[in-house]
């Protein structure tokens, strides 16, 4: 399996509170993807990286945010969490537009 | 702006039978195309994909898929179905004329083998 990992994998918070997650990988690949995932809506690009410090945002980035300081690590921040952001949150890192793109386990994330 | 269609929420077939996904996509430019498996709690696999060349693509556990140009589809196929390819699937596009690397997903279809 490529060297991706998320952290928490689960996590409840409460409306208003900021939220980090964390994705880190080992693969040193260039393109890094958050996405979440809802029924009836499948997977929805929130923000995406091509490189360290060079960030872009998808479909649905509104309320979210990301840094990439270092090639290894993408955070994404729920700057003021809503309950319609409760949501899985996926990972995805990917060496070049042609490669396929490896996921991680995902992040089970309510906001009560 | 890029997009990806996959018109059918739920799939199913008996064991044994050919099965098809269907995927269309609309991009500004030539695609790179992809074909992804979630099994239940778990992140997406990767199945197939094409890049550029021959139109049938084969990929991982027996699947492929055909890409056409002129009706902007890459259909995922699989000749004899087995009650474990019950999963749901994800068709993927990324656009080739984009220097950024945006990857747009379907919603996704339902795939349920019957024993």
């Known amino acids: 399996d490529a060297g991706i990992t998320q952290s928490p994998r689960h996590k409840v918070t409460e409306t208003g509170t900021p939220v980090t997650l964390r994705c880190h990988q080992t693969e040193n690949h260039r393109y890094m993807y958050w996405y979440r995932q809802d029924p009836g809506h499948g997977l929805r690009l929130i923000h995406y990286s091509y490189g360290v410090k060079d960030t872009d945002k998808g479909e649905v980035s509104d309320g979210y945010s990301v840094s990439r300081s270092k090639t290894e690590d993408f955070l994404l921040t729920l700057e003021s969490a809503t309950s319609s952001q409760t949501s899985v949150y996926f990972c995805a890192i990917s060496e070049s537009q042609f490669s396929e793109a490896f996921f991680g386990q995902g992040t089970r994330l309510t906001v009560v | 702006a890029q997009s990806v269609a996959q018109p059918e929420d739920q799939v199913n077939v008996a064991e044994g039978n050919p099965l098809t996904v269907k995927c269309t996509y609309s991009?500004?430019?030539?695609?790179?195309l992809f074909w992804y498996v979630q099994y239940p709690n778990r992140g997406l696999q990767f199945l197939l994909k094409?890049?550029?060349?021959?139109?049938l693509v084969k990929g991982s556990y027996g699947f492929e898929a055909e890409f056409n140009k002129s009706q902007t589809s890459f259909h995922l196929k699989k000749p004899s179905a087995l009650v474990s390819d019950s999963a749901l699937y994800f068709c993927?596009?990324?656009?080739?004329?984009?220097?950024?690397?945006?990857?747009?997903f379907g919603r996704g279809t339902q795939l349920t083998v019957w024993p």
């Open positions: 094409y890049i550029t060349g021959d139109n």
């Open positions: 993927a596009v990324n656009d080739r004329g984009s220097t950024l690397g945006r990857l747009y």
């Open positions: 991009v500004s430019g030539n695609p790179y």
